[in-house]
């Protein structure tokens, strides 16, 4: 069965610190993989998706995602964080041609001043 | 993307009673996903409704207890039914569209249940 991992429950960052959030998948087959955000008291949004081509991809507000094949990683950076990047992120996971997403934990930022 | 509109936002409901989420989308979409978030938790996908057909329910799901209605193309309801607290959770559903399975989600609904 797919399942997804991240592994840090809980990150703390002081403005301008670099962010990198690991996720890790579990499937055998092709996968399409994603970034979801979500600010507080906001619902869900897309952050970034990758499908295939260059496993290194770009999402909204100044965040990227590298897709290690050889790893099933899928690690979220972005280099310089800002206070509303506040939030919490999940990694999820499809597998090519069926609709189910497998989520993982969760991982809650907070970005302090 | 799509603007997805779930009501209620939030309620608290007694045990043994039943609530009926709605989400109303602004456009038309074959899937239509119904999640649960409980407490520290993740989303767990609950069932996927399809317009025309029954809804397909993951393991740990059963239609008694979340019946689903899809009626058209724009709206699902999903009910949760004989409450109990357990089932406090944030409740959401999405929609896919486009390639790639992408899914968009509602706001979610917040139950608590005494």
């Known amino acids: 069965a797919q399942s997804v991992s991240q592994h840090n429950h809980h990150v703390i960052l002081s403005e301008a610190a670099s962010l990198e959030l690991g996720c890790n998948y579990s499937?055998?087959?092709?996968?399409?993989l994603f970034w979801y955000v979500q600010y507080p008291g906001q619902h869900l949004q897309l952050l970034l998706k990758y499908f295939s081509g260059d496993p290194l991809v770009k999402g909204i507000k100044g965040f990227e995602a590298e897709f290690i094949k050889s790893k099933f990683s899928f690690n979220l950076r972005k280099p310089s964080v800002q206070w509303s990047d506040t939030a919490e992120y999940f990694c999820a996971v499809n597998a090519r041609g069926y609709n189910k997403l497998i989520f993982g934990a969760g991982t809650r930022l907070a970005v302090h001043p | 993307s799509a603007v997805i509109s779930q009501k209620p936002s939030r309620d608290i409901c007694q045990r043994g009673t039943s609530l009926t989420i709605q989400c109303q989308v602004d456009s038309q979409v074959t899937m239509m996903f119904w999640y649960r978030q409980q407490p520290g938790q993740s989303l767990t996908l609950i069932a996927t409704a399809n317009q025309g057909s029954e809804a397909t329910y993951e393991s740990g799901f059963v239609i008694d207890k979340f019946p689903i209605s899809r009626p058209n193309l724009t709206f699902s309801t999903l009910t949760v039914s004989n409450m109990s607290p357990e089932d406090s959770s944030i409740y959401l559903c999405?929609?896919?569209?486009?390639?790639?399975?992408?899914?968009?989600f509602g706001a979610g609904t917040r139950l608590s249940v005494l």
């Open positions: 499937y055998g087959g092709t996968v399409n």
């Open positions: 999405s929609v896919e569209l486009g390639i790639g399975n992408i899914q968009y």
